[in-house]
């Protein structure tokens, strides 16, 4: 009996590559202790894309902020300008952060699900963080050990935006995991700290309270710092937790 299992677990390895049109194909999962054979069906779901929907509108409006955010940082640490403008960007920043709650949330709320909306969300988040990354990189609030962080971010996220692409041409979708969307907002509350950076601390040091670490780096740029290292770690493991999802994919394939 036992060879006979064997045997056809052998035969089904040497087909597991095949697709004919749209029909399913058997994979073989021998990972654990008892060996099983499972269906698996490409993701071929399709949606609409709803162009014009608020929850796509909401993540329009986060891709807009992009450029704003980059030109006010650029316009105060490269152009020397004043110091409040760290506060403007501040702000625009947390209204686009706002908006990577909401438009998911409007979009389950009232049924406005999209096609569109599924590519943009990730890009989206990805392009907030990156420049706001390298503009905070350019003026040196991120600097020292703590540049290894940014670079460990954008790393995972170049790295699981390939592997998602590579996935898509075999009609394979990644979900996007919960701990997933946690890392997404620490990297947010992070940057959001170190936006405000300079003008934050000198804020924090008029109301008396001229907490610093032994660099001289003041309170809310540390806490920024600490933020940007557990987002670090945290973004380390979600990039293996896809990398491992997608990983018998890319073998099979």
Known sequence: MADQVEGAINDLRQHRDCWVGEQPRWTVDDGGPGVFLRLMKADTTTMPARPLGLANLLTYGRIAAVPVVVGIMYGQSVLEGPLWLRWV?????????????????????????????????????KLLVASCLLMLAVDETIKGPSLLA???????????????????????????????????????????????????????AS???????????????????????????????????????????????
């Open 89 to 125: 960007a501040l702000a625009v920043f947390i209204v686009a952060g706002i908006t990577d709650f909401f438009d998911g949330y409007v979009a389950r709320m009232w049924s406005q699900q999209s096609s569109l909306g599924r590519m943009l969300d990730p890009i989206a988040d």
């Open 150 to 204: 940014a670079v460990i971010i954008l790393c995972r996220e170049i790295l699981v935006s390939g592997m998602r692409e590579y996935l898509a041409e075999l009609r394979v979708r990644l979900q996007v995991t919960q701990l997933a969307k946690w890392k997404t907002t620490l990297q947010l509350v992070a940057i959001g700290f170190l936006i405000a950076g300079e003008a934050g601390d000198r804020g924090f």
């Open 207 to 253: 109301l008396g309270l001229k907490a610093s670490a032994p660099d001289g780096t003041g309170v809310v740029t540390l806490i920024g710092i600490i933020l940007l290292w557990l987002s670090a770690v945290l973004t380390l493991y979600t990039g293996w937790d896809y990398m491992r999802a997608g990983l018998h994919h890319l073998v099979d394939e």
